[in-house]
């Protein structure tokens, strides 16, 4: 690969966990950034498939040649903080359920990550684009939660990590609708990092920096104190069994906030009905959708010493699979 002094300088990482590639690499492996290529964008950066050798990882000299990447190109505004701490996080940790770095390039002006490239995109675009979820199965979306949950427990378990970016966005999905967290520019390391243990970005500079404060636990809108992940997993849940985003004012007043109009449907396996996304078309089981209901419920209660642990939600959706493998087996 190209090689840059600068980033060995500034950034520490496994130097078998990464590549370094020149600009110019990127630059051809994506097309000179082809507006055609661009897979998403988010307040990090725009992301563009690119190409490149399956064997060496080198770019590709013709798009559509070799395997793809995910390239991310950051914007202008991203703080190298923000850079720094996604690199390192993951140039360091590997699990199933986490988006795997396979290169970066940092000049002065120029922040580039180079990721896996995720066949299926986002959960948000099966549920809320092109055309809606109605391809996305109830099994398929408990598969989603269980793997979201393992990797969320995996960065509290194993490396003391506070996602703080849990979203349908940030959820990605490979060819077999496994997911994988992705953009980590938001994460806290509590005591193993290079950084200070308060790493990353918090109080009032992240409730500036937030995209999207509607997944944001209570406490973390009124202190700017973020706790753990459990409340945004909860909004999530809510957002795969209804097919409807957390906040969207295209819908009647009292239906703005989600949580806040669903909650009482949640309660009752008649209610429930209700506000179930129509695109499953009834082929759910309804134990097993009700207790998906309680489940958000414990998530979303107010105090966050009443939410369970995400430990406790991984357990709780083990439990919600075998009730709807029996319901398949009747």
């Given at each position: 690969m190209g090689n840059s002094s600068s980033s060995r300088d500034h950034i520490l990482l496994d130097e078998h966990a990464a590549d370094i590639y020149t600009y110019a690499q990127l630059k051809r492996a994506t097309g000179n950034f082809n507006p055609r290529n661009m897979l998403r964008?988010?307040?990090?950066?725009?992301?563009?498939?690119?190409?490149?050798?399956?064997?060496?990882?080198?770019?590709?000299?013709?798009?559509?040649?070799?395997?793809?990447?995910?390239?991310?190109?950051?914007?202008?505004?991203?703080?190298?903080?923000?850079?720094?701490?996604?690199?390192?996080?993951?140039?360091?940790?590997?699990?199933?359920?986490?988006?795997?770095?396979?290169?970066?390039?940092?000049?002065?002006?120029?922040?580039?990550?180079?990721?896996?490239?995720?066949?299926?995109?986002?959960?948000?675009?099966?549920l809320f684009r092109n055309g809606g979820a109605g391809h996305l199965s109830w099994k398929t979306r408990l598969k989603i939660a269980i793997g979201a949950a393992q990797g969320l427990v995996f960065l509290y378990t194993n490396k003391q990590v506070m996602y703080r970016s849990f979203q349908t966005a940030m959820i990605l999905l490979d060819k077999d609708f496994n997911a994988k967290l992705s953009d980590f520019g938001r994460v806290k390391f509590q005591g193993h990092s290079r950084f200070s243990t308060d790493v990353g970005i918090d109080g009032d500079q992240i409730i500036a920096d937030h995209p999207d404060l509607f997944y944001a636990p209570p406490e973390y809108v009124a202190t700017g104190h973020y706790s753990h992940d459990v409340y945004s997993f909860g909004l999530v849940l809510l957002e795969m069994i209804t097919g409807q985003r957390v906040f969207d004012r295209t819908r009647p007043s009292q239906q703005f906030n989600l949580a806040n109009w669903a909650k009482p449907y949640l309660h009752k396996k008649d209610t429930l009905k209700i506000i179930m996304d129509p695109n499953l078309q009834g082929q759910y089981p309804i134990n097993a959708a009700f207790e998906t209901s309680q489940l958000i419920l414990k998530c979303l209660e107010y105090s966050k010493t009443d939410r369970p642990s995400i430990n406790d939600v991984l357990q709780a959706l083990e439990r919600i699979i075998a009730i709807n493998m029996a319901s398949q087996e009747q």
């Open positions: 964008e988010n307040c990090l950066g725009r992301v563009y498939k690119g190409w490149v050798d399956e064997g060496t990882l080198a770019p590709s000299s013709k798009n559509g040649v070799g395997i793809p990447v995910a390239v991310r190109k950051s914007n202008p505004g991203q703080r190298l903080l923000q850079w720094q701490v996604e690199a390192e996080f993951l140039g360091r940790f590997s699990h199933p359920h986490i988006v795997k770095l396979l290169g970066y390039y940092r000049d002065d002006k120029q922040f580039l990550l180079v990721y896996e490239y995720m066949h299926k995109g986002s959960l948000e675009n099966h």
